[in-house]
T-cell receptor, first 116, second 113 residues
């Protein structure tokens, strides 16, 4: 069982649609992450939030818009996506970010996104 | 940017055989983490190594961090079908103040019963 909950588990959307991915954790972690994972590839970091503030944007296209409403929630708003954006989107959290050594990250089950 | 190179990409073993995956970096790593991702699942944190020459064990899994902190390995003794999955090493990206994790390409382990 994962302590990081992602919804929906699967999403199929057209290129003109607007949708949002949601992530929730109740471990008191103050760092949250979005990763993109293509088949047979490692996770690629997209965004890092630390204490609800965006700390890292890995040059992600603006059609992906992250939001951190509070310390437990992380959203990823999607608009005008392209077929190559089809992938598994993983949310992760860790106690802290940006101090000392990297901390273990707890991943959610992910959202499998298909763009038609 | 920092890359951690991981080999082999695939490994097929007979159940009961041992398995090892290796991770190498061109620069010194402050720490390295290992994750396991089952087919259709998500990465699950296994362990973090911090000290030079560190060796940690979890049941049949043995993790090592090289003396120079540039390489690491994961060794599984007597594999079982439950060990199937992709094993990733992950290290910090190089550069001052960089705390992002960079994942190796992973080693996909198949276990033949």
């Amino acid at each position: 069982d994962t302590e990081v909950t992602q919804t929906p588990k699967h999403l199929v959307m057209g290129m003109t649609n607007k949708k949002s991915l949601k992530c929730e954790q109740h471990m008191g972690h103050r760092a949250m992450y979005w990763y993109k994972q293509k088949a047979k590839k490692p996770p690629e970091l997209m965004f890092v939030y630390s204490y609800e503030k965006l700390s890292i944007n890995e040059s992600v296209p603006s059609r992906f818009s992250p939001e951190c409403p509070n310390s437990s929630l992380l959203n990823l708003h999607l608009h005008a996506l392209q077929p190559e954006d089809s992938a598994l989107y993983l949310c992760a959290s860790s106690p802290r970010w940006g101090t000392g050594n990297n901390q273990p990250q707890h991943f959610g089950d992910g959202t499998r996104l298909s763009i038609l | 940017g920092q890359q951690v190179m991981q080999i082999p990409q695939y490994q097929h073993v007979q159940e009961g055989e041992d398995f090892t995956t290796y991770c190498n970096s061109s620069t010194t790593l402050s720490n390295i983490q290992w994750y396991k991702q089952r087919p259709g699942g998500h990465p699950v944190f296994l362990i973090q190594l911090v000290k030079s020459g560190e060796v940690k064990k979890q049941k049949r899994l043995t993790f090592q961090f090289g003396e120079a902190k540039k390489n690491s390995s994961l060794h599984i003794t007597a594999t079982q079908t439950t060990d199937v999955g992709t094993y990733f090493c992950a290290g910090p990206r190089s550069g001052a103040g960089s705390y992002q994790l960079t994942f190796g390409k992973g080693t996909k382990l198949s276990v033949i019963p």
